[in-house]
């Protein structure tokens, strides 16, 4: 058959480097009003492709087959607060204060036509991820309030959750201008999260075949950090949809071991993402921009909103 022929994707010697923030600041209209996912930010490091050590190497054949691998190592710190930061103590019934602090190792695995992706991300929940000194250090910086009620926020507790991921690139128009559909589907089972993931992203442009589209910090649609350009100038607009059932996320639902603040959490959850993305020699730049449903029943101000700004180098 010809299809483990085009599976194989050429071999790229290249590492990637990727700073991410995804900041409820910088959506449209909000200010620094900050409140719910108040603060994602991630540092990640892509490898080469096949350079995987041997057993790994044998493991990843063995679960996907022909195609190319990598690994990538992430630190990532987010943020969460309640609507109004100025309450002392906080509203019981809204979001908790929370600050998540992780690490997180990756495989990845893509032939010509998807993007396959498992990874395990440890790290803590509480004071110790120290969201309280990052989120007012910065307040402080830029003369703005700081958050008053981190003191309530949930407990020290450490967490862990196994993510994995699957991507397909589906050709829609070839040519000068191309378009394609990106249907994924993604899930987590941990302490941290238990969720399942479900969507697609629709892009036009020129070059779309050097990736399958832009990064998000979990949870959400996310291409990953890893481009490849096949043109010199790679450029695309990009707009997606994703339902994500969610049985449990301790940054809603409090301490698994201990009695801390909590919230009803609502157990679907929509995002629309709108946003653009450049490559352009050894660096990708993207921006995204996503309307978010409630994830806690009752929750203030309608549909959240944050933007998504990433930067991506090849070394």
């Keep these: 058959m010809a299809a483990p022929a ?32 108040v603060n994602g930010l991630r540092l990640n490091w892509t490898s080469p492709t096949d ?9 990843e054949n063995w679960l996907w087959g022909p195609g190319r691998s990598r690994y990538a190592l992430e630190l990532s710190q987010s943020m969460y607060t309640p609507s109004n930061v100025q309450l002392v103590p906080p509203d019981p019934t809204d979001r908790p204060y929370a600050g998540v602090l992780t690490v997180t190792g990756s495989l990845l695995h893509d032939t010509d036509s998807s993007r396959s992706i498992i990874g395990l991300q440890a790290g803590l929940v509480g004071p110790d991820a ?10 402080s910086l830029v003369g703005y309030n700081p958050s008053r009620g981190w003191n309530y926020q949930i407990h020290d507790e450490p967490v862990a959750e196994l993510l994995a991921e699957k991507i397909w690139r589906v050709p829609l128009l070839r040519g ?12 987590g089972a941990g302490n941290l999260r238990v969720y399942g993931l479900a969507g697609s992203v629709v892009r036009i442009g020129q070059g779309l075949d050097s990736d399958y589209g832009v990064a998000r910090v979990n949870p959400g649609l996310s291409g990953s950090d890893v481009f490849v ?8 607009f990009f707009a997606g949809a994703d339902g994500q059932a969610v049985a449990h996320d ?8 201990q009695s801390s603040a909590s919230a009803k959490r609502a157990p679907f959850v929509g995002e629309l993402e709108l946003g653009l ?24 101000g309608g549909p959240h909103q944050f933007g998504s700004l990433a930067l991506s180098v090849r070394y």
Excluded: C
């Design 250 to 257: 301790i940054t809603i639902d409090g301490n698994t071991f």
């Design 6 to 37: 085009r599976a194989q994707p050429p071999a790229d010697p290249d590492g990637i480097w990727t700073l991410q923030d995804e900041n409820s600041s910088v959506a449209t209209g909000s200010g620094l009003k900050d409140k719910y996912y």
């Design 176 to 187: 000068g201008l191309q378009m394609d559909a990106l249907p994924e589907v993604a899930g």
């Design 277 to 300: 993305a450049v490559i352009l020699g050894r660096a990708r730049l993207s921006y995204t921009q996503v309307i978010q449903t409630e994830e806690i029943k009752g929750q203030h």
């Design 51 to 59: 350079t995987l050590p041997a057993s790994l190497a044998n493991f």
């Design 229 to 236: 350009p096949t043109r010199n100038l790679v450029w695309y």
């Design 130 to 139: 120290l969201a309280k000194q990052v989120q007012n250090g910065f307040h």
